[in-house]
């Protein structure tokens, strides 16, 4: 809270302080007056502000000369050095030249002040040389600190200023001194003060008697006035001179010529100049060394010894490199292209060594001119980005932004886009993230769809540098997709390698899933050929695998990675080395599959085990109900639940021969393992049924007969045999079949084939037929080889078919779960 007092006070105080010195001042109606800056003008009368025009926002300077500052003073002479101030003002207003300091409003006077409004500057060169009378805030003067180039050059400019003067205007200042001289805010070193100024136009008028005898504000001193204007009263274009020398003294000593004021000493002033004029400066040395011979001749008391301006900037001081380049800059803009590309060539070997302060403020105004000749931007455009280099993001914002801002757009000449991607770094370090979005990011968009090779490469180079200053967003919705189509589209290996490198490098800053829908996913659809592609590819995969936060999931490797790696090691053309590097990557994603899907099948392994024991228990809970179910059909604990229900319900079969059934199983399940070799099912041979009923009482006949019957029997059976081996080779059996069963020790009796055969009206006919074979002998008679059909065949007799037929044998539950096993 008390820091707000404390501006709210310094506020209202600056603004109270301004109202009184513009008070009832017409000039305030179209300024807005803010900072008191310095001040100017003989004995520094002028006081500066800052200000800006209200209707444009103009940025400039405020001249105030308040006019208690002659309350000492009589009503005369009051006016008198009234008048004085506004002759200077009137004079300078009219004057237009780059020398000489420009008015943009004309004097306005009130009561109490006279004010007018000119260019921006900085403050008078006796502000910058430490004398800060007249000046409230001394601590924007402080920073600003000459260097020896802003000197040279700013005394050059001074002897052109002034040969401007006696030449085209036919004008002598009359009072050169450090306090009319006004350095604007681009270093400009410009005259001010001529209230004492005398015309040349009109040889005959009077030079007028000099004021040094009266002393009043305002007026110059003797100190900085030729010696033939106070002692003779004659006025010529050296006694400008004169006080030029005097001029350069003080600014390379700091310390002004040590002399008797003519106004109170005449004699003393006599002796002083004499003895300046023959002995010179006491602090001469101070001087530069190609300077000093003039300075001497320059403060001579005789005119005529004295040097001309024009033979002054002849002299090796001033023919300087720098100086001669910035001069011939100011005034190249009409030449031809020629001519002015060659200039801007020699200036950028040598723009680097000027001051920062003269390359931002007096040669980039002059550079950016040459935007509205578009042949002339690429010279122009590599020595801006230079001066660039050395800005901070303020000045970037505030004198080259709005400059360069459209020439990024241009798409001709193509070196401006190559000129811009070559100092692409500059633009980032001086450029805020919000400046990056708005203009560079454009220009990478258009370099991306240029033609140019060698564009494309840098643009590609830089990128990485540049998705720093950009939101997530951007990268996956602009930059991304326009990477992978120049990738997809272009012919150039280099070109697609360093667009697989670029996408490689946007990994840590991009997410997971974005690397992995969009880059990851991309990269089996490139055109992979090349060996220089291929490890571009696995270089992608290896930075999106081992960069922390990002990571490749295990269906993505399974489905996507790998299938695409496995392809690329028998590419031609790939060294060991390649080689090695894509195997070991291809190593190193199985593993991480192999770690990943065994850690999580391990952990299903301890629920599957615990779960076992209640499944055996459940299944052991079914078989029970199941056998339940049977036994209520008639079927016993004893007998085979599912043996008997394949069979026919008349049937069941005996408790040996379940046994023996089995036996044979666990003998085939040995022999299967002794030999190793596919396990052959056989079925025991089928017993008859001694409880069957044919409800049929049996006939009596006699041993012969049976004899004769049991012949026919049998002769019927090889021809049913012959028929049925004949109609298989037309007629393959049906897909359901049954393991034969080994053939039985011995033949059955008569009473048991009687049985078999014999009908109810005691004729002899078989109705159905089982066939009945060994495994060897099946195997050249039946295609299926061991496997005989399931489905009877009906037998094939002379006579008439039983109008019965004997139940089908059909295969036990452990048959059928052998078969199925096998």
């Given at each position: 809270m008390d820091a707000i007092n404390k501006i709210y006070s310094s506020v209202s105080q600056t603004v109270s302080t301004l109202s009184a010195?513009?008070?009832?001042?017409?000039?305030?109606?179209?300024?807005?007056?803010?900072?008191?800056?310095?001040?100017?003008?003989?004995?520094?009368?002028?006081?500066?502000?800052?200000?800006?025009?209200?209707?444009?926002?103009?940025?400039?300077?405020?001249?105030?000369?308040?006019?208690?500052?002659?309350?000492?003073?009589?009503?005369?002479?009051?006016?008198?050095?009234?008048?004085?101030?506004?002759?200077?003002?009137?004079?300078?207003?009219?004057?237009?030249?780059?020398?000489?300091?420009?008015?943009?409003?004309?004097?306005?006077?009130?009561?109490?002040?006279?004010?007018?409004?000119?260019?921006?500057?900085?403050?008078?060169?006796?502000?910058?040389?430490?004398?800060?009378?007249?000046?409230?805030?001394?601590?924007?003067?402080?920073?600003?600190?000459?260097?020896?180039?802003?000197?040279?050059?700013?005394?050059?400019?001074?002897?052109?200023?002034?040969?401007?003067?006696?030449?085209?205007?036919?004008?002598?200042?009359?009072?050169?001194?450090?306090?009319?001289?006004?350095?604007?805010?681009?270093?400009?070193?410009?005259?001010?003060?001529?209230?004492?100024?005398?015309?040349?136009?009109?040889?005959g008028t009077p030079v007028g008697n000099h004021p040094f005898k009266s002393r009043l504000l305002g007026n110059p001193g003797s100190k900085w006035t030729a010696p033939e204007l106070i002692?003779?009263?004659?006025?010529?274009?050296?006694?400008?001179?004169?006080?030029?020398?005097?001029?350069?003294?003080?600014?390379?000593?700091?310390?002004?010529?040590?002399?008797?004021?003519?106004?109170?000493?005449?004699?003393?002033?006599?002796?002083?100049?004499?003895?300046?004029?023959?002995?010179?400066?006491?602090?001469?040395?101070?001087?530069?060394?190609?300077?000093?011979?003039?300075?001497?001749?320059?403060?001579?008391?005789?005119?005529?010894?004295?040097?001309?301006?024009?033979?002054?900037?002849?002299?090796?001081?001033?023919?300087?490199?720098?100086?001669?380049?910035?001069?011939?800059?100011?005034?190249?803009?009409?030449?031809?292209?020629?001519?002015?590309?060659?200039?801007?060539?020699?200036?950028?070997?040598?723009?680097?060594?000027?001051?920062?302060?003269?390359?931002?403020?007096?040669?980039?105004?002059?550079?950016?001119?040459?935007?509205?000749?578009?042949?002339?931007?690429?010279?122009?455009?590599?020595?801006?980005?230079?001066?660039?280099?050395?800005?901070?993001?303020?000045?970037?914002?505030q004198h080259v932004s709005s400059h360069l801002r459209p020439v990024m757009l241009l798409d001709e000449p193509v070196q401006i886009m190559l000129i811009f991607f070559q100092n692409l770094d500059v633009l980032l370090k001086v450029c805020p993230s919000e400046e990056i979005r708005a203009s560079v990011l454009p220009l990478v968009y258009k370099a991306l769809e240029s033609k140019s090779q060698q564009i494309q490469e840098l643009c590609l180079s830089i990128i990485p540098s540049v998705v720093v200053h950009l939101d997530k967003a951007t990268i996956k919705g602009g930059l991304v997709p326009r990477i992978k189509t120049l990738c997809s589209g272009t012919n150039l290996v280099s070109v697609r390698v360093k667009c697989l490198l670029c996408l490689g490098q946007l990994a840590p800053k991009i997410d997971k899933w974005v690397m992995i829908d969009d880059i990851v996913s991309y990269l089996p659809s490139v055109n992979c050929r090349e060996p220089a592609v291929i490890m571009a590819i696995v270089g992608v995969y290896k930075i999106s695998f081992n960069t922390d936060g990002l990571g490749i999931p295990k269906d993505v490797l399974a489905c996507k990675v790998l299938p695409h790696l496995f392809p690329m090691t028998i590419v031609n053309g790939l060294s060991l080395q390649q080689f090695n590097a894509i195997i070991a990557l291809i190593k190193e994603f199985t593993r991480k599959i192999e770690d990943e899907q065994g850690d999580k099948l391990g952990s299903k392994a301890g629920s599957i085990s615990s779960s076992t024991s209640s499944s055996s228990s459940l299944q052991e809970k079914q078989q029970s109900e199941l056998q339940q179910s049977f036994g209520s059909l008639g079927f016993g604990s004893g007998n085979d639940l599912y043996g008997d229900f394949m069979q026919s319900p008349a049937s069941t079969v005996p408790k040996q021969t379940a046994q023996s059934t089995a036996q044979q199983q666990q003998q085939q399940q040995q022999q299967r393992k002794a030999g190793g070799g596919p396990m052959k099912l056989q079925l025991k041979p089928l017993q008859p049924q001694s409880n069957l009923n044919w409800s049929v009482s049996p006939m009596a006949t006699t041993a012969k007969e049976n004899s004769n019957n049991y012949n026919l029997f049998t002769q019927q059976q090889q021809q049913q045999n012959a028929s049925s081996t004949l109609q298989n080779k037309v007629h393959p059996p049906p897909a359901i079949a049954m393991p034969m069963m080994p053939a039985p020790a011995a033949a059955p009796t008569a009473s048991m084939a009687s049985n078999m055969w014999m009908?109810?009206?005691?004729?002899?006919?078989?109705?159905?037929?089982?066939?009945?074979?060994?495994?060897?002998?099946?195997?050249?008679?039946?295609?299926?080889?061991?496997?005989?059909?399931?489905?009877?065949?009906?037998?094939?007799?002379?006579?008439?078919?039983?109008?019965?037929?004997?139940?089908?044998?059909?295969?036990?539950?452990?048959?059928?779960m052998e078969f199925l096993q096998k």
């Amino acid at each position: 809270m008390d820091a707000i007092n404390k501006i709210y006070s310094s506020v209202s105080q600056t603004v109270s302080t301004l109202s009184a010195v513009f008070l009832g001042n017409p000039l305030t109606k179209d300024y807005d007056i803010a900072e008191h800056i310095g001040s100017a003008g003989t004995e520094l009368v002028w006081k500066i502000y800052t200000g800006s025009k209200r209707t444009t926002k103009e940025v400039a300077s405020i001249f105030v000369f308040d006019k208690k500052q002659l309350e000492l003073f009589t009503k005369d002479e009051r006016e008198e050095i009234c008048e004085n101030i506004r002759r200077g003002v009137v004079q300078l207003t009219k004057i237009r030249h780059p020398q000489v300091l420009t008015v943009q409003h004309a004097m306005e006077e009130s009561r109490d002040t006279i004010a007018f409004a000119t260019e921006p500057v900085v403050a008078s060169l006796a502000n910058l040389l430490g004398n800060t009378t007249n000046v409230s805030n001394t601590g924007l003067l402080a920073e600003y600190k000459l260097s020896e180039f802003d000197t040279k050059f700013g005394i050059f400019e001074l002897i052109k200023g002034i040969r401007f003067l006696h030449d085209e205007v036919q004008l002598v200042h009359r009072h050169l001194c450090t306090e009319n001289i006004i350095v604007n805010k681009q270093g400009v070193w410009k005259l001010f003060g001529f209230g004492f100024c005398w015309s040349k136009r009109a040889p005959g008028t009077p030079v007028g008697n000099h004021p040094f005898k009266s002393r009043l504000l305002g007026n110059p001193g003797s100190k900085w006035t030729a010696p033939e204007l106070i002692l003779e009263n004659t006025c010529n274009d050296s006694t400008d001179i004169y006080s030029l020398g005097i001029l350069i003294y003080t600014i390379y000593t700091r310390e002004n010529i040590p002399s008797p004021d003519a106004s109170s000493d005449l004699y003393g002033y006599k002796q002083s100049v004499t003895k300046l004029s023959n002995q010179g400066p006491p602090k001469l040395t101070a001087i530069p060394e190609s300077l000093r011979s003039e300075v001497k001749k320059m403060l001579s008391v005789n005119p005529q010894a004295r040097p001309t301006l024009q033979s002054l900037t002849q002299i090796s001081y001033f023919c300087d490199q720098y100086v001669q380049c910035l001069d011939s800059l100011e005034t190249l803009f009409p030449k031809d292209n020629l001519e002015k590309s060659e200039f801007y060539k020699r200036l950028a070997t040598i723009i680097g060594d000027i001051p920062h302060r003269v390359r931002l403020y007096r040669i980039l105004p002059l550079l950016v001119k040459e935007f509205v000749n578009c042949s002339m931007i690429p010279f122009v455009l590599t020595n801006i980005l230079t001066i660039t280099a050395s800005c901070t993001r303020a000045e970037y914002m505030q004198h080259v932004s709005s400059h360069l801002r459209p020439v990024m757009l241009l798409d001709e000449p193509v070196q401006i886009m190559l000129i811009f991607f070559q100092n692409l770094d500059v633009l980032l370090k001086v450029c805020p993230s919000e400046e990056i979005r708005a203009s560079v990011l454009p220009l990478v968009y258009k370099a991306l769809e240029s033609k140019s090779q060698q564009i494309q490469e840098l643009c590609l180079s830089i990128i990485p540098s540049v998705v720093v200053h950009l939101d997530k967003a951007t990268i996956k919705g602009g930059l991304v997709p326009r990477i992978k189509t120049l990738c997809s589209g272009t012919n150039l290996v280099s070109v697609r390698v360093k667009c697989l490198l670029c996408l490689g490098q946007l990994a840590p800053k991009i997410d997971k899933w974005v690397m992995i829908d969009d880059i990851v996913s991309y990269l089996p659809s490139v055109n992979c050929r090349e060996p220089a592609v291929i490890m571009a590819i696995v270089g992608v995969y290896k930075i999106s695998f081992n960069t922390d936060g990002l990571g490749i999931p295990k269906d993505v490797l399974a489905c996507k990675v790998l299938p695409h790696l496995f392809p690329m090691t028998i590419v031609n053309g790939l060294s060991l080395q390649q080689f090695n590097a894509i195997i070991a990557l291809i190593k190193e994603f199985t593993r991480k599959i192999e770690d990943e899907q065994g850690d999580k099948l391990g952990s299903k392994a301890g629920s599957i085990s615990s779960s076992t024991s209640s499944s055996s228990s459940l299944q052991e809970k079914q078989q029970s109900e199941l056998q339940q179910s049977f036994g209520s059909l008639g079927f016993g604990s004893g007998n085979d639940l599912y043996g008997d229900f394949m069979q026919s319900p008349a049937s069941t079969v005996p408790k040996q021969t379940a046994q023996s059934t089995a036996q044979q199983q666990q003998q085939q399940q040995q022999q299967r393992k002794a030999g190793g070799g596919p396990m052959k099912l056989q079925l025991k041979p089928l017993q008859p049924q001694s409880n069957l009923n044919w409800s049929v009482s049996p006939m009596a006949t006699t041993a012969k007969e049976n004899s004769n019957n049991y012949n026919l029997f049998t002769q019927q059976q090889q021809q049913q045999n012959a028929s049925s081996t004949l109609q298989n080779k037309v007629h393959p059996p049906p897909a359901i079949a049954m393991p034969m069963m080994p053939a039985p020790a011995a033949a059955p009796t008569a009473s048991m084939a009687s049985n078999m055969w014999m009908n109810n009206n005691g004729s002899t006919g078989v109705t159905k037929r089982l066939e009945l074979t060994s495994p060897t002998n099946s195997s050249s008679s039946n295609p299926y080889g061991q496997l005989q059909p399931l489905i009877p065949t009906p037998s094939q007799t002379g006579g008439k078919a039983s109008a019965k037929s004997a139940t089908s044998p059909m295969l036990s539950k452990e048959d059928i779960m052998e078969f199925l096993q096998k």
